[in-house]
């Protein structure tokens, strides 16, 4: 943990902000409700702290909290703080650690916490009564009180989109607390407009699209699919959605402001060798199949298209054995089933000559064998990696000493600048279902700063398989979440023109 004595920094460059940045802290300054909906790498975070400094020397702001990613409580807002003289006089704590008790008394004037860090603040106390699915939550508010924030700040508040989570149901009586509530996000609608519910409601509590999440499917939305349980839009519905959204919404599109590097999509398909894709037909029409090694049993749908795509990869969990408590074993063992995939990115690997190139993987056994081909001591970032030896890592491959970095997109996809290199290539081993961690992996390096003329994401597909339901999955909810953005980037001109005349 570090203290405000350690994060406040004397010196630091002047804040030169362009235009779209005056335009973002305006924006931020008349909304007490408000979201900077900006593409990854669009300084969200300093054009943030511009409206807070504004604020606070006016006398009407007085303390900010601040919700992100572990990671980028600790490198990101800190480090902004840090680099501009503008910013360096506001103090800083982070509510984390072994040491957070004594952060929260520590007076300061922007304090930063993880989503998970939550139910420590609001003293959450979840109590489970019999015939009731859901738990009973009570709040012991002593130390949000002591805190006495009256800004909240989210960032990456897609976070919370899922109105249903227990992240969402923690914080949502506590939202009208605070005077002031912004979010920010590059990836607003990632899998879909139902997405939107979530975010939106903390913002503007239910203005735009409903207190309720079964009230807004039930006005834009239909049921479809196997027991109703997939939801598509209502004809029109789309743009109702974006009117309703646009007022509370500053959206700006790097394509607009900045010249960033061409994307570039390169298909490598690869094929199963004929004993494994036994294995994977099994799995997917009988949901069972047999190893030398223990049998694997995929008892709904969701966990069939998990191992399928695992198979897809090149290993596959085994059953965790248990105990007589019912305990599982605390390691999972897999076995590996092939190799493909691994083959084909190291084929790729040696094409580049050297290139820098960011890999990503899914499964704990998928970083396994990209170990064992390309050194057991190849940096990566991922589960089990702390902030501190994750930032030694992002350092050493913005200057250029790394020729390969391996990632899980869960762990890539916020608070990191991979732009520093000028890396140009992304090998997807391994596709996942989540849109958003998709699209903010390809911005760790197709971002401004990034002076390569292009950025060309590599994908490696087994055909027949899972992966290629995965890809289309991707290119699908890109078109879903680019329309929204259109939208409300034609709006935020229109009511630009709309003052000037």
């Given amino acids: 943990m570090k203290s405000s004595k350690n994060i406040l920094w ?72 840090a680099k501009w003289k503008d910013f360096n006089h506001l103090r800083v704590e982070i509510l984390h650690g072994p040491d957070k008790e004594k952060a929260l008394k520590r007076d300061a004037d922007i304090y930063l916490i993880n989503p998970e860090g939550l139910e420590w603040l609001f003293g959450i106390t979840k ?10 939550i009570t709040y012991d508010l002593t130390r949000f009180n002591q805190l006495d924030a009256d800004t909240l700040v989210i960032d990456e508040i897609s976070k919370f989109k899922n109105s249903a989570s227990e992240r969402f149901q923690g914080i949502k009586p506590l939202l009208p ?14 899998n879909g407009l ?48 974006y009117e309703r959204i646009a007022p509370t919404v500053h959206r700006l599109s790097a394509d607009d402001y900045i010249q960033l590097p061409q994307l570039v999509e390169n298909i490598v398909k690869v094929e199963l060798p004929p004993k494994v894709r036994k294995v994977y037909d099994e799995l997917e029409d009988e949901f069972i199949t047999e190893l030398e090694s223990g049998v694997v049993t995929a008892v709904n749908a969701g966990v069939a298209s998990m191992k399928c795509s695992q198979v897809a990869n090149g290993g596959l969990y085994l059953q965790q054995e248990v105990d007589d408590q019912g305990r599982k074993a605390s390691k999972r063992e897999w076995v590996d089933l092939h190799t493909a995939k691994i083959e084909a990115v190291a084929d790729l690997v040696e094409e580049l000559g050297g290139a820098p190139v960011l890999i990503l993987y899914d499964f704990e056994h998928d ?29 050493a491959w913005n200057a250029g000493e ?25 090998i997807f081993h391994s596709l996942v279902w989540d849109f958003e961690h998709y699209e903010q992996v390809i911005a760790r390096l197709r971002r401004s700063g990034n002076k390569a003329a292009r950025v060309v994401v590599h994908h490696i597909i087994t055909a027949k398989t899972i992966d ?34």
Avoid at 206 to 227: E, Q
Avoid at 368 to 378: P, Q, S, V, Y
């Fill in 367 to 395: 970083l396994a064998r990209l170990l064992k081909e390309f050194g057991k001591d190849t940096p990566f970032i991922g589960g089990g990696v702390s902030p501190k030896k994750s930032d030694a890592i992002v350092k």
């Fill in 127 to 136: 109590s489970k009564v019999e015939g009731r699915k859901k738990a009973i």
């Fill in 10 to 81: 004397p010196t630091g460059e002047p804040w030169k902000p362009l235009p779209f940045q005056l335009e973002g802290v305006q924006f931020l300054l008349e909304h007490a409700a408000a979201g900077l909906w900006w593409s990854p790498g669009f300084r969200k975070t300093s054009t943030t702290l511009g409206a807070i400094k504004i604020l606070k020397k006016e006398g009407v702001l007085h303390r900010v909290l601040i919700i992100a990613p572990l990671r980028v409580c600790y490198s990101v807002w800190p480090a902004e703080v």
């Fill in 402 to 426: 790394l020729p390969i970095l391996l990632g899980h997109p869960a762990s890539m996809g916020h608070g990191l600048n991979l732009q520093g290199g000028n890396a140009q290539h992304i």
């Fill in 468 to 501: 290629e339901a995965k890809l289309l999955a991707m290119r699908r909810k890109k078109r879903t979440q680019g329309a929204l953005l259109d939208a409300i980037r034609e709006y935020s001109k229109a009511r630009k023109a709309a003052k000037a005349a």
């Fill in 194 to 241: 139902l997405d939107l519910f979530g975010s939106m409601y903390i913002l503007d509590l239910g203005r735009a699209l409903g207190a309720f999440i079964t009230h807004y499917r039930a006005a834009y939305f239909s049921p479809c699919g196997y027991g109703g349980y997939t939801w598509v839009l209502q004809h029109g519905a789309e743009e109702k959605i």
């Fill in 177 to 190: 607390k605070f005077d002031r509530r912004w979010g920010l996000t590059g990836s607003p609608a990632s």
